[in-house]
């Protein structure tokens, strides 16, 4: 049997990799053989994966909420658009979680021109320029001539002294963060002059789906108990994280819930947080 990818081309169904990302959902394996054997009653060749995703989804969901919500969770970081202002937040958000400060969309002047700088992040004797590129389309992938622009663009602020966070740094690393994939010769690239790279799925061992699983960081827009306004509410009150929900008892008064509702919210957030998937 064939399936359709998102650019046209058709390649086998490999029965193997659905298991493996409905396991990466938090099912245990009951319940993944349950969710598979429903979805491979409705397959059929040629089948999208959109389809596909649709059905693993609402299979899950009816499973347990946060199941669907951690199986989502590069579907929610498209949903930190349109533009992707909120995904660079969240990116900011997550060099915090690993000890640095950070602020957003800066404008600095370099040796030649002035840049905006998406993400300044900083601890200790480092300090991070992150480039961050959002993108729409599920099979999207950043071509080498994006890091060789951002390569020339750190270069134009390197060696200069700038004023963040109550102290002068010069920066020391720059970083090209996507929710996108890469080509092989953007990696090439990256290795040979030293770009930082963070994507969907590299590096292999420290990705995006990685550092989010590791650190239960789901941005808001994974809650299947949500509507796509509510979400977007909270993504403008700077309610960025489930782990936000947790903390903050005020962070869903914005949107005037039921009791029900709320609890159902609530119930989906905590399961998300307080369950940790196992290390691959």
């Not at 998406?118 to 071509?143: H, P, T, W, Y």
């Not at 740094?169 to 720059?174: A, D, E, I, L, R």
């Not at 990696?187 to 061992?205: A, C, E, I, M």
């Not at 309610?239 to 962070?251: F, R, S």
Request: one cysteine or more; hydrophobic letters at 35%.
């Amino acid at each position: 049997m064939l399936v359709k990818k998102y650019s046209g081309e058709l390649v086998p169904f490999n029965s193997d990799s659905l298991r493996h990302s409905l396991t990466r959902s938090g099912a245990n394996n009951e319940q993944v053989e349950k969710v598979y054997t429903q979805i491979k009653e409705k397959l059929f060749d040629g089948i999208s994966t959109r389809e596909l995703y649709q059905l693993a989804f609402e299979a899950l969901k009816a499973q347990r909420n946060s199941f669907a919500a951690r199986y989502s969770l590069k579907k929610a970081l498209r949903e930190l658009g349109p533009e992707g202002f909120y995904f660079e937040k969240w990116i900011a958000r997550l060099f915090q979680e690993y000890g640095f400060e950070s602020t957003t969309g800066q404008t600095i002047q370099g040796h030649a021109v002035s840049h905006e700088i998406d993400v300044v992040a900083s601890k200790g004797n480092e300090m991070l320029a992150i480039e961050c590129k959002f993108r729409n389309d599920i099979d999207a992938k950043i071509s080498v001539t994006t890091p060789m622009y951002f390569l020339s663009r750190f270069k134009d602020i390197s060696d200069i002294s700038y004023h963040f966070f109550g102290q002068n740094k010069k920066f020391t690393q720059g970083w090209l963060v996507t929710n996108a994939y890469l080509t092989s010769d953007s990696k090439d690239f990256g290795k040979y002059y030293n770009v930082n790279f963070l994507s969907w799925d590299y590096p292999t061992d420290n990705s995006i789906k990685k550092r989010v699983d590791k650190a239960v960081f789901y941005p808001v827009t994974c809650l299947t108990t949500l509507t796509d306004v509510e979400e977007k509410t909270l993504l403008q009150n700077q309610i960025i994280l489930v782990k936000d929900i947790i903390n903050n008892k005020e962070a869903l008064k914005s949107l005037k819930l039921d009791s029900e509702k709320l609890r159902l919210v609530l119930e989906e957030a905590r399961e998300l947080i307080d369950y940790k998937l196992e290390e691959e």
